[in-house]
């Protein structure tokens, strides 16, 4: 029997192929966007490096991946535009359910911006990410009204109880999600943004968090 390989695994697999880094670290609040202000994120972003410098490739981080963490599929408005008759998306509201919407709400990006990250970026290209990602042209009418049904919810660090769960630890971070049963995670995620709270800490992803809480310790990935 074969094995389908999900939307995660086959971009591991492009990026050994093409000796492209990947970087986990920036935040995916704006991708998490939730109606009732979920307890726990259910999306992480995934970037090409600033410093995955290849002849051929554009090497900007702003190739902006957002994977299910537990499906390991991609979140793409393009996934639920529907076509009308002509080949035009179709922009009645109508014609969307609340439940499409979401995933419009948080969906991918690609642009040539290049955001600051941990990375030097030089000042003449500072303001790219600004420019091509945050004021984009305006949404269409579809991503509009999802915008409004889908709020980001606020970080930690702002006031709110926002925390990735993939960080430093990539694919380790995942994993070891994944691996907690559905009806504790909410437990271990508020213990988690207490923490970061409470220590004043970097954020090191989930994985790192239940490899020094002995409490938890059973979830993580070596």
């Known amino acids: 029997?074969?094995?389908?390989?999900?939307?995660?695994?086959?971009?591991?697999?492009?990026?050994?192929?093409?000796?492209?880094?990947?970087?986990?670290?920036?935040?995916?609040?704006?991708?998490?966007?939730?109606?009732?202000?979920?307890?726990?994120?259910?999306?992480?972003?995934?970037?090409?490096?600033?410093?995955?410098?290849?002849?051929?490739?554009?090497?900007?981080?702003?190739?902006?991946?957002?994977?299910?963490?537990?499906?390991?599929?991609?979140?793409?408005?393009?996934?639920?535009?529907k076509l009308t008759e002509n080949g035009e998306v179709d922009s009645d509201l109508t014609h969307y359910s609340i439940e499409e919407l979401g995933e419009v709400a948080n969906t991918e990006s690609f642009n040539y911006g290049i955001p600051h990250g941990g990375y030097y970026v030089y000042p003449r290209f500072q303001r790219t990410h600004q420019f091509l990602d945050v004021q984009q042209p305006r949404d269409n009418l579809v991503r509009q009204r999802a915008k409004k049904i889908y709020r980001a919810p606020k970080g930690y660090h702002n006031g709110g109880q926002f925390a990735d769960l993939i960080k430093s630890g990539g694919v380790k971070d995942a994993k070891a999600w994944q691996r907690i049963p559905h009806d504790f995670r909410a437990e271990v995620y508020q213990s988690f943004v207490k923490h970061l709270v409470s220590s004043g800490m970097p954020n090191w992803g989930i994985n790192y968090y239940l490899s020094s809480t002995m409490r938890y310790r059973q979830y993580s990935v070596i």
């Open 1 to 81: 029997m074969i094995h389908r390989q999900n939307d995660f695994q086959r971009l591991l697999n492009f990026a050994h192929r093409q000796k492209i880094q990947l970087d986990y670290e920036t935040a995916s609040n704006y991708h998490n966007r939730t109606r009732n202000g979920a307890c726990y994120p259910h999306n992480m972003k995934v970037q090409l490096m600033r410093n995955s410098w290849r002849l051929r490739n554009n090497p900007a981080r702003m190739v902006e991946f957002i994977i299910n963490i537990d499906r390991g599929e991609f979140i793409s408005e393009w996934n639920t535009y």
